[in-house]
């Protein structure tokens, strides 16, 4: 048997999957001539103009054609379905000839008891023009998008409970446009809001304008991926279906992002976008929480998970789950860490987007206590089998005297997956990140990345004496600091081999947290299995 000291993992692959891990959630689906048959009404008109005159539509190819050929300017609205706050609609144009200031084919969203909000694309002299209207407002906002029209444009819009990222397509790449933050749609995240809001196709056309085209709507992956971790059984081996992995990840969007679920053939780069879990703290709104270790316990029948609640003061949250968190967008009940006690302050900036105002920081008297510390992140859980104990890690903000703070990994056990946790030992040294427990030979060990100030380099503790280290070998590192990897056994024939994916921090836009791309690396060495 080889120890993972002997191992030197090598470079396999690097991948930037740019918006374009997807899970559909809807289209406008135009092969059957719905326009005219009665017996079907798949996308009712939910708003347009008083009046007889009305927008003559047609589905050429399957596709959606509006022309106005009446004498006065005209607007429509088809539903697509229910919205939600964490879509992306995407309208590809073949044609648009829509100029006018009050003309555009984009998208209408309408909450039940709050302002109405239309999102829309028309031409300009020089390029296009995205505009966003709010009922009851005058004032019209706008992004001027110099490039001009080509067919085959894609409107895009990003949610982000109350902010709308917008992307222009023109060629292989989504291009950034900029953002529509809307203090109305504050409580858009709130389960009791989103499902009584519809999303439609909204287009408002000229006399002699016209347009034509096809909408879709889906959760993707964001721009960027990080903090991934391989959903695991109880006791560490990885849950494998039909030859796939399954691994919660955070889709790094322009600003923000949620914790997806991907799947991946660990011997090839075919990584899938399979679901999404949100995190419902007992307020009602489905939050975009990260970090997750997520643990399928064959005994019980059920999901424990513990995640990072940046959203509730960047401390850390737990819950479980009957239903099964691979597939599909599921929300997890989850209770906060308790607090010992706590002071008035700040969100930081990646709580920011579902805080309002001052939070309660968590303190301790002790860092070594199971308590709630501002700052808590990157949990792991997983049930030693020697021990009969279920351990914990948590990386937690320590204060390191002259040397200011550093993230320490503490570890905990307890006889419940959720409560009532022990300190057992701490890391001494380094600044951790991404740590995760990993049996190779027999030995478990909780592997982190470490080091603000330098290239990735990835510390093995063995789990009987944290105080000690190794580090991993590379042939290539990941080109990051303070790397985050996780290292999997995977089954290969009779044999396990060791792959381990990690993220660098690459940033995809100007917000701190939009990183990074994925590594694959392999070990040089297998093991009997």
Known sequence: MHTIEEMTFRRRFCVNPYKKLRLPLGEMSCFKDWLNDRRGDPYPVVRSCEGEETLSESLPDARYRVENRASRPLFKARLLGRHFPYATYDIGLDELEAREPSSGVGMLITPEGLPRLTIAARRTGSGVCVWCAVEGE?????????????????????????????????????????????PAF??????????????????????????????????????????????RYENGEPFMDRGRLFLTLSARLQAAGFQAVVSWNPSTDDIRMEGAIFFDAGDGLWCSDVATSAVFDRRSGEWYVWACSFSHGHVLCCGKSFADLRYGINVLDVSLMPFEKSEKGKADSLGAEDADGDIDRAIVSDDRLFFAKFGDEDPDLTFDEARGKWLLAICRLVDCGGKGGKYRYFLYESDDPLSGFSYVDHVREGDDTGGSFIRVAGRMYLLCGSGFDQRAQYHLHPIDDLSRCERLKFDYDDGGYRGWGTLIPVPCGRRLKYVMMTFDRHNGSDYNWSYGNIYVFEADMMNER
């Open 138 to 182: 005058e004032k019209t906002r706008a992004l001027e998008c110099r490039r001009p029209f080509e067919p085959g444009t894609h409107l895009i819009v990003t949610c982000r409970g109350r902010s709308f990222d917008i992307y222009l397509q023109y060629g292989r790449k989504p291009e950034y446009a900029g953002t529509f933050s809307l």
């Open 186 to 231: 504050s409580r858009m995240i709130a389960y009791d809001v989103f499902s009584r809001t519809t999303a439609a196709l909204f287009v408002s056309l000229a006399p002699g304008e016209r347009m034509q085209g096809a909408a879709e709507f889906y959760l993707e992956g964001g721009i960027s991926h990080a903090d991934m971790k391989c959903m």
